[in-house]
């Protein structure tokens, strides 16, 4: 027996699943993740010290243009910490008799999406790209570098360690781990972020080191030599 089905119908059907999955995720983005999360690029006024010490999570207007699409769905369904000391280190501190720690019960877990909707939230996600054209000027080509001579210049010569952690719980806490960066962060986004982190994000805590172009990529081979050693 023929089916009776009409190719046209079943190709459109096909195509409005994930058309229909994609905009329900961005309804579910503005209803929830906006309440932490900025979606939207903010007005060059409210760019002040005031955003970044109320900041609840980071801004993910430019998601698109930071994460690698794969790692963000597993992260979505499986969360975990990428900043031991929240987005705001100051506001998870408390002091004791051996100085200051951080106060992990004040630090806010993420909620974990059932498999379909982290499929459909990072869909959208993945289209947030307003700096296309920045990343496109980026120069920068992923080399090698030895696990040994990258660490040292990652800790010694460049100082990242006082608020990284290249691996687990070795380094600093007051900005995100980055052991797992080149994992879930594109290559050119990396290059571009430590070139000039004030670029993505005026309120960031991290400093602009003037590197030129060899730093930055000593700097960022030195991360994807830590996912290839498994680190």
């Known amino acids: 027996m023929k089916s009776s089905a009409n190719p046209f119908w079943t190709l459109l059907a ?4 994930p058309l229909a999955a994609q905009a329900g995720a961005a309804e579910q983005a503005r209803e929830q ?24 999570a980071p801004p993910l207007y430019y998601a698109g243009n930071k994460f690698r699409r794969e ?19 100051p506001a998870h501190a408390k002091s004791t008799p051996q100085g200051d720690v951080i106060d992990e ?7 974990a999406l059932p498999a379909d909707e982290a499929a459909a939230m990072a869909d959208f996600l ?14 920068y080509q992923p080399g090698t570098i030895s696990l040994r001579m990258g660490q040292m210049n990652f800790s010694k010569f460049k100082g990242c360690d006082g608020c990284h952690r290249d691996a ?14 080149w994992k879930r962060l594109q290559p050119q986004f990396i290059a571009s972020f430590i070139a000039d982190p004030t670029a993505w994000d005026p309120n960031t805590l991290m400093p ?15 991360l994807k030599a830590l996912q290839e050693d498994g680190s």
Not at 209 to 221: G, K, P, S, T, W
């Open 126 to 139: 993945m289209q947030l790209r307003p700096f296309d054209d920045r990343l496109a000027a980026v120069r």
């Open 14 to 17: 096909a195509l409005c699943v």
């Open 71 to 89: 790692w963000l769905e597993s992260w979505l369904r499986q969360p975990a910490r990428i900043r031991p000391a929240g987005v705001f280190p």
């Open 33 to 56: 993740c906006a309440a932490c999360h900025a979606l939207d690029a903010p007005e060059p006024g409210t760019r002040n010290i005031d955003e970044r010490l109320t900041r609840k």
């Open 105 to 111: 019960s004040t630090l806010p877990a993420h909620v």
């Open 208 to 222: 602009r080191m003037e590197l030129n172009d060899a730093e930055v990529a000593r700097l960022a081979d030195y």
């Open 168 to 181: 687990p719980d070795v380094g600093g806490v007051s900005g995100p781990e980055l052991h797992s960066a």
